[in-house]
Structures are given as structure tokens and as C-alpha cells.
């Protein structure tokens, strides 16, 4: 959730636990990511590994995104605890991948397993990304497709904008 911090607007993850009817919060899982009144990504999702996946949007700071120590602009990956899992590719940090706008949606291919996420972009190129442990893709130096290797380039763009702000597998396994 979003919160009044004395740098502005934060956003934080916490757990609930039902007690008597009531969600109550249990603990802070992970707390002090940038927030603001756009780009505040926001999606939560536990993976097929059992971890937990966390979409954070740049918080209108775009240079934010390439801070490997700002928690802006990422994906990141906690175990349901809150704590760091040991794999995860930058050590003792949540960030599993850098360089996103605003990602919204997350969902794991129901056969390979592979995360794909959805991300809003400027006036153009809205995006459908294959994430990638450890991986950079590339906003604000770039937008859309960079044919960089620096970078990670979209599977799929939209342009004009559609802001997706889902994702889904439909169909048979």
C-alpha cells in the first residue's frame, strides 16, 4: 500500500493475517519504495517457485529505474517471509530486474514456466516482456526496442498506448 513518508509518497508490502472476521496487518514485508501519484506499479504475485514477485513503477523519477539501490522502476522477488532469497541475481537486494516504466502485470507461461510481464510506456510502445533474472530493460535510456545488448527489447509493443495493466495464460496446459 501507499503511504505519506517524510520523503513523499512510499509504498510498502505487508501481510495480513484474518482474525475474527478482520484483516489485520501481521508485518511489513518490505517498505520505503518510491511512490507517487503515477507510474507506482504495484502488482503482487507469488510464482510457481514459491517466491514472491512485486512490480514497482519509476514514481515520475524516471533515472530511478537504473539505480540498482532504488527499489523504482523494478521487478522484485522476496521469499513469502519478506527476507532475500539467496539466489536472487543482485546480492542481499530484492531486485530480480531493473529498468521498467511502470510494470503492471505478471503471469508465468502454464508450460515453461517463463514470467512475462506487461508495461505501460509513454505516448508509445507500451510493452509485453520474457523476465529475465538479473536483466535490464532499458528505461529511461531507452524506450521500446533498443537492439542494445545492454538491454532486454519487448516481445510485443503497442503503439498507440493501451495501458495494460494485466496479464494472463488463457487456454489448455
Do not use: C
Amino acid at each position: 500500500y501507499t503511504y505519506s513518508g517524510p520523503d513523499g509518497l512510499r509504498n510498502r508490502v505487508a501481510r495480513l493475517v484474518e482474525r475474527d472476521g478482520t484483516a489485520r496487518q501481521d508485518r511489513i514485508l518490505l517498505e520505503n519504495i518510491p511512490g507517487a501519484w503515477i507510474h507506482d506499479g504495484g502488482r503482487l504475485k507469488f510464482g510457481p517457485d514459491g517466491k514472491l514477485y512485486v512490480t514497482t513503477g519509476d514514481a515520475a523519477n524516471p533515472p530511478i529505474a537504473q539505480e540498482l539501490r532504488s527499489l523504482g522502476g523494478k521487478i522484485l522477488r522476496l521469499n513469502p517471509d519478506g527476507s532475500i532469497p539467496p539466489d536472487n541475481p543482485f546480492s542481499g537486494s530484492p531486485v530480480w530486474t531493473l529498468g521498467h516504466r511502470n510494470p503492471q502485470g505478471l503471469a508465468w507461461h502454464p508450460v515453461t514456466g517463463q514470467l512475462f510481464a506487461t508495461e505501460h510506456g509513454t505516448s508509445v510502445h507500451d510493452e509485453v516482456n520474457i523476465i529475465q533474472s538479473g536483466k535490464n530493460y532499458g528505461w529511461p535510456t531507452v524506450i521500446g526496442p533498443a537492439r542494445d545488448p545492454r538491454f532486454v527489447d519487448p516481445i510485443l509493443t503497442f503503439t498507440p498506448n493501451i495501458a495494460p495493466s494485466g496479464a494472463a495464460f488463457a487456454g489448455r496446459r
